[in-house]
């Protein structure tokens, strides 16, 4: 245990550049069952100020190292019970650096079914095998009579030279030097070659990119390989590696790394009968198993792209500027079925809802209007949402054209809907509101992402959200893993008011869990409310431990403690109200003053708490509860322009980026068929990733470079 303990902690410390006593701080504050966002936030002379990112990617890592580690001693031991295994192998074992190189030594050696070569050393030809690999075919006749004694049934020469063959490919198959030799030689110089399927043109239209293609291995990247998998798993694509070579040279010399259970024939120049042999041996199992163990690597090599695109684009999202606290009129578009609106207060709170029916085919458009702007007067409506379905444009021109005729005050916008139908069918809808009909849960939850995306948004399945690249074709429980760390994160950057926090959100909260954001709700409704941070400690299963992860990251306005709206952490209370009165303030004279803030900085105290500790706390003296997010800014469609046949090439328009891809990025012009900047288009240089360039939600021009209404494509140019 003692040097597993000094492995990790050597490997941590070298990749990490950190010295060793600070891995060991961080691995005991995970053990002891702090998170992520508290260590990054609250503990940072223990970790030397690591992001959450770093700390994220330090946390997978140790507990990928702890797996290898026990993963080796299990694979030590399995091979200690097989016969005839070289010290070679279990060199190879203790030195390898990763669980697939692991899993690639030892898979030969995995009995998953009988071979032939089995069958073989069965009827005793092993011992024939040798001489006939020790001394080659022109022996053949000489060895069998010598072994044929041995044989457990009687075998003709020939069936005996085959049965040695079997054993002799199957034993170089198991080489390891061969294997990593072979690998390393396709992932260099191998192609992935794509075909389609006979008979599967026609169903496989939308692959038809990929009917008749090939890339180097190596320059594959994730996106691309996730369509011809996607395209594979449809049954329309065929997929294979090819190298172009009927033997790789750099195997010829892996002849002499003997055969397992061979005795070391010292033999510098391989025959040409060896070579033809490990031919054979590479064409019949070692490609073919080399081949699948590759695409199973570039599917995962992929997964985790398609992974990291989801959450930097969900990350995007969910830290989109929020309009506040407006009261804000939600219209959930349709045609035959209505326009559904819903009122809500500047707290998100339901106020009226119902049904209009301004388009086809009843066209109560006039009818519409007067409803809707009856209700923006009543209810002193500031903003008029639109989701962005089926309808959004005919709706906002009726919207538009009545807050003109009627001189109203508000202003309207268009929003994505995505996963707004999800939510209206959840468990967490149907306990907000069980009386109503789904499509009213969903202009709801069309309002309140308006007025805050992350509030409303980490009550639906991040997966339903929309913001992927190829996430269907993802592991659903992997996928689900690396979302909700983004989804905690975001939550705890911002900050979170425990006394409007739902439930869902609360879950996200470092240190709580459902059960106990459940119960701080309730507690909260018994008593009308926390007037302080302190009252945590009174919520059932919110003991010590709970308290110290969660505090920092709630937030309580207007209560007993003016530091419980800040992110100061409770634990730093009495040293703040220490250092104010060293300068004669009442720690809430002394919360938003530059002045008293500017006499802190040289404070004695600063040294005792740690710098960067400290100066957090100045910083959230100055700006108490600051909101790490951007201020909220939204697109103005062009009137002329409803429908993609609308579009022609060389338009200027406005719209919002609703999805960043690796290979670019979708913007919703109000046409109900997003366009693409390819990465090409973003800038007029070389861009290496789209969101160096663009994010999700961010107001964009562009340039209609190209349509094509039969495919629904359009391509965009970003203009400047």
């Known amino acids: ?123 005793g030809l092993l011992s024939f095998s040798i001489a006939l690999w020790r001394d080659g075919k022109a022996s053949v006749q000489q060895h069998y009579e010598k072994n044929k004694a041995h044989f457990k049934q009687s075998i003709s020469l020939a069936d005996a030279e085959k049965g040695a063959s079997d054993i002799i490919i199957e034993k170089l198959s198991q080489n390891i030097h061969t294997l990593q030799s072979g690998k390393l030689f396709l992932q260099k110089e191998g192609v992935l070659v794509s075909k389609v399927m006979r008979g599967k043109k026609e169903v496989g239209e939308k692959f038809r990119d990929y009917f008749d293609y090939q890339e180097a291995l190596k320059k594959c990247p994730p996106h691309r390989l996730l369509a ?100 804000t009129l939600a219209l959930d578009p349709g045609f035959r079925n209505g326009v559904k609106w819903v009122a809500v207060d500047e707290y998100g709170q339901l106020l009226e809802y119902g049904v209009v029916y301004p388009h086809a085919p009843q066209n109560k458009a006039t009818e519409a209007q007067s409803k809707l702007a009856q209700i923006i007067q009543t209810h002193q409506i500031e903003w008029l949402v639109i989701g962005n379905g089926t309808a959004s444009r005919e709706t906002q021109a009726l919207a538009e054209d009545m807050i003109q005729q009627r001189s109203l005050s508000c202003r309207c916008v268009i929003v994505s809907e995505a996963g707004a139908s999800v939510y209206s069918a959840s468990p967490v809808a149907i306990d907000e509101f069980p009386e109503l009909d789904v499509t009213i849960r969903g202009a709801i939850s069309i309002a309140r992402r308006f007025q805050d995306p992350l509030a409303e948004l980490v009550k639906i399945d991040p997966q339903a959200i929309g913001v992927g690249q190829y996430q269907h074709d993802v592991k659903a429980n992997r996928l689900g893993d690396a979302l909700s760390v983004v989804v905690e994160d975001c ?80 634990e730093s209370y009495s040293l703040i109200k220490s250092l104010a009165r060293s300068i004669n303030l009442e720690v809430n004279a002394l919360v938003g003053n530059p002045e008293g803030i500017a006499h802190l900085q040289a404070a004695p105290a600063a040294a005792e708490q740690g710098q960067y500790t400290f ?31 609308d579009l022609q090439e060389g338009m200027t328009l406005e719209g919002v980026v609703t999805n960043v891809a690796a290979f670019g990025a979708f913007v919703d012009l109000g046409v109900h068929q997003d366009g693409l900047i390819h990465i090409s288009q973003l800038a007029d240089r070389f861009v290496k990733d789209p969101r160096d360039e663009v994010r999700i939600g961010e107001v964009v021009k562009v340039e209609v470079m190209e349509v094509d209404v039969k495919r629904k494509r359009i391509a965009l140019k970003r203009l400047k």
């Open 1 to 123: 245990m003692t040097t597993l303990i000094n492995t990790l902690l050597t490997t941590l410390e070298k990749e990490y550049s950190t010295p060793q006593k600070t891995v060991k701080n961080i691995i005991a504050l995970f053990e002891d069952g702090a998170t992520v966002p508290f260590i990054a936030r609250y503990r940072k002379e223990v970790t030397g100020a690591m992001s959450d990112e770093v700390l994220r990617e330090f946390h997978g890592r140790w507990q990928y190292l702890v797996e290898l580690e026990k993963r080796r001693a299990a694979i030590i031991e399995l091979l200690k019970e097989l016969p005839d295994i070289p010290a070679s192998v279990f060199s190879a074992v203790e030195s390898a650096d990763s669980k697939t190189v692991l899993e690639d030594i030892y898979t030969p050696f995995k009995k998953t079914r009988k071979t032939k070569a089995d069958s073989a050393i069965e009827l």
């Open 615 to 645: 100066q957090d706390i100045l910083q959230e003296l100055a700006k108490p509860g600051r909101d790490p997010r951007p201020e909220f800014q939204y697109a103005s469609f062009d009137e002329a322009v409803n429908k993609i046949e």
């Open 491 to 570: 939550v705890n950057a911002v900050g979170v008011d425990l006394n409007l926090a739902s439930v869902s959100l609360l879950t996200y909260v470092s240190g709580l869990t459902q059960r106990m954001a459940q119960n701080i709700v309730e507690f909260r409704e018994q008593v009308g409310g926390f007037s302080s941070r302190m009252q945590l400690k009174k919520v059932k299963g919110i003991g010590d431990k709970a308290f110290e992860q969660c505090a920092g990251f709630l937030r309580i306005q207007g209560g007993k403690e003016p530091l419980d709206a800040s992110a100061v952490h409770p």
């Open 228 to 327: 011809l998998f996607r395209g594979k798993k449809e049954s329309i694509l065929k997929l294979s590696i090819e190298s172009g070579e009927a033997l790789p040279y750099s195997l010829n010399n892996t002849v002499n790394m003997i055969p397992l259970g061979f005795p070391d024939l010292k033999e510098r120049t391989p025959s040409k009968e060896k070579l033809a042999w490990l031919e054979k041996s590479w064409h019949e199992k070692i490609q073919p198993k080399l081949e699948s163990d590759l695409l199973s690597e570039l599917k995962e090599l992929a997964e985790a792209g398609a992974i990291e695109v989801f959450q930097n684009n969900l990350k995007d999202l969910l830290m989109a500027a929020p309009a506040g606290a407006k009261r």
